[in-house]
């Protein structure tokens, strides 16, 4: 006997993203796998007993969302911070931090997120955050995550007023006193504050790639569960069912794990081993340890995460030719290019994936040399190896994706005036010569590279409809080229390209016979409405592995 359906939607646009069947008007589920696609009729005369039936009301219907690119711990536990994105100015951000200070008299640190480098019209210190609050803690964070402002007393009592040691690319600014300004540049710099806030473990994935010291509790785990089923959650109400972890340790997956053993896992987890420069590549076999324990649909890890710069606005990208407005600057790599190549020969020896942030062009030119050095040495392999960000690319070095095979995986949401960042300072950083190589998406699909879509949450809103309209209505910047993407190609980004990117295409991403039951219910038919209305969509129904994840009537 076939095996009958335990859920069914009908009446829904289906779009599959299968090549060979694009599109269908019902959906047939058995347990943790798709069974049929067809017509409402054909479709409900499969139903088993007991079978869920969903009438779509002619609402789109999709393969689950893959997120391509996200910090999962380090955004639950942001969800509860103060929330500082379109605060400007001393009187809102003063009105901001006191408010929340006093709604939470219990937080160690009141940690910002969010704030815009440019809430003052110059660089943010101590002095100013001390005039506001000078008796708690304050950090506050900008949105992109690589710059950190903390007030004197956080600074006292993290131990670095008077500075500290921190690796190439990090820096505690000091300033003409002798102390710190209060300005912390990157992860390394802003650890210590953070840890003061009891948010050490769940940053260290991403702060350091190392598991967190001293080696968590029974009840550390527990107290750091909300933080993950919160983010989680988030996930899950954006119809994502698949998430690409950005950062990671072992203990990222030990937490993940124990929330699927309590039944609480809603969403399919790869998280990486996070290799940061102060690694050895003998490291690497940690990597591939991690790839051996944790390797199902549901848990998976089998990549590296490296960083090789920066970002533009603080002028840590890697740049081929000086900042504009800093003659001389071109920003400092992470690693060295011999060191970088020797780490991907090894990393790619192993059989492991390698992502590597790299935003400015210098950097992507060096990520590009160091796979290219992995496959000279170890041979072409369907390796996959991504590029996260790559928003300034020399010319030269766009067929060199589609030749090494290299997945481009960009942000929609990080075009500087496409969805909420502003176009200046970046532009500015960027130069008015250079916009015609910047944020490219549509040359560097149309030059064979492979594109995944994701939002980098937290750094932006991960909710993946406003990133669709952003990719579909983003303006040229001036002399530059239309970077635009097809609707198709756009879902295909966030679907199909996200599962090609993770090698489980043969799975997931579609929606056939046999695939996963990962699926996403819109509210309204996206293919009929505006490009420019598409954000006023959201997710009605989010199922991973059959089972209703997020349902937005309940
Ligand atoms: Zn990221």
Redesign the pocket.
Request: cysteine-free.
């Given at each position: 006997m076939p095996p009958s359906a335990t859920m069914i939607i009908t009446n829904a646009r289906i779009l599959t993203m299968d090549p060979d069947n694009p599109r269908a008007e019902a959906v047939a589920l058995c347990h943790d796998r798709i069974l049929a696609l067809g017509t409402s009729a054909d479709i409900a005369a499969q139903a088993g007993p007991g079978c869920t039936m969903i009438d779509a009301g002619g609402a789109s219907l999709l393969p689950g969302f893959i997120e391509s690119?996200l910090?999962l711990f380090m955004g639950g536990s942001e969800l509860s911070h103060l929330q500082l994105l379109g605060v400007e100015g001393p009187d809102q951000l003063g009105h901001a931090i006191r408010d929340y200070a006093r709604a939470h008299p219990q937080r160690r640190v009141i940690v910002g997120q969010g704030c815009d480098y440019a809430i003052y019209g110059r660089a943010l210190t101590r002095h100013d955050l001390d005039a506001i609050l000078p008796d708690r803690p304050i950090i506050l964070v900008a949105a992109d995550h690589h710059t950190g402002w903390a007030n004197t007393l956080a600074l006292t009592e993290a131990g670095i007023l008077q500075g500290a040691t921190v690796g190439p690319g990090n820096e505690v600014v000091m300033g003409a006193d002798g102390l710190a300004t209060g300005e912390l540049r990157e992860f390394e710099a802003m650890a210590p504050v953070l840890r003061v806030a009891g948010e050490h473990r769940i940053m260290a994935g991403i702060a350091t790639g190392f598991d967190p010291l001293p080696a968590p509790t029974q009840d550390d785990m527990m107290a750091d569960l909300p933080a993950m089923l919160a983010g989680l959650a988030h996930c899950a109400r954006h119809g994502f069912t698949s998430l690409v972890n950005?950062d990671g340790n072992r203990y990222t997956l030990q937490v993940l794990d124990t929330l699927r053993q309590q039944g609480q896992l809603t969403a399919r987890v790869r998280v990486p081993f996070h290799y940061r420069n102060t690694r050895i590549p003998a490291d690497l076999a940690e990597a591939s340890a991690m790839t051996r324990d944790y390797n199902d649909d549901w848990l998976s890890s089998g990549f590296v995460k490296m960083f090789m710069d920066g970002v533009i606005d603080s002028g840590t990208a890697v740049m081929l030719n000086d900042y504009p407005d800093q003659p001389g600057w071109r920003g400092d790599p992470l690693h060295e290019a011999d060191r970088f190549a020797e780490i991907c020969i090894e990393a790619d020896r192993r059989g492991l994936q390698i992502a590597v942030?790299a935003i400015g062009d210098g950097a992507v030119r060096r990520v590009l040399d160091g796979y290219a050095a992995a496959r000279a040495t170890n041979g072409p392999r369907d390796a996959r190896h991504r590029i996260?960000h790559i928003e300034l690319i020399d010319r030269t070095d766009v067929p060199r994706l589609a030749e090494l095979g290299v997945v481009a995986s960009v942000q929609p949401s990080h075009v500087p005036g496409a969805m909420d960042f502003p176009p200046f300072p970046s532009l500015d950083k960027i130069g008015r010569p250079r916009w015609k190589d910047a944020f490219l998406t549509r040359t560097l699909a149309e030059a064979g590279a492979p594109i995944v879509f994701a939002s980098?949450w937290p750094?932006a809103d991960i909710n993946p409809l406003r990133s669709i309209q952003a990719a579909l209505t983003r303006q040229p910047f001036e002399g530059a080229q239309d970077e635009r993407l097809t609707l198709h190609q756009v879902l295909a980004a966030y679907t199909i390209g996200g599962a090609y990117a993770e090698h489980t295409e043969d799975r997931k991403g579609m929606l056939r016979p046999g695939y996963l039951a990962d699926l996403v219910l819109l509210d309204g038919d996206i293919e009929a409405v505006a490009p420019d209305r598409i954000a006023s969509l959201s997710v009605s129904r989010t199922i991973c592995g059959g089972r209703t994840v997020w349902d937005a009537a309940i």
């Open positions: 690119h910090h950005m942030h996260e980098d750094v």
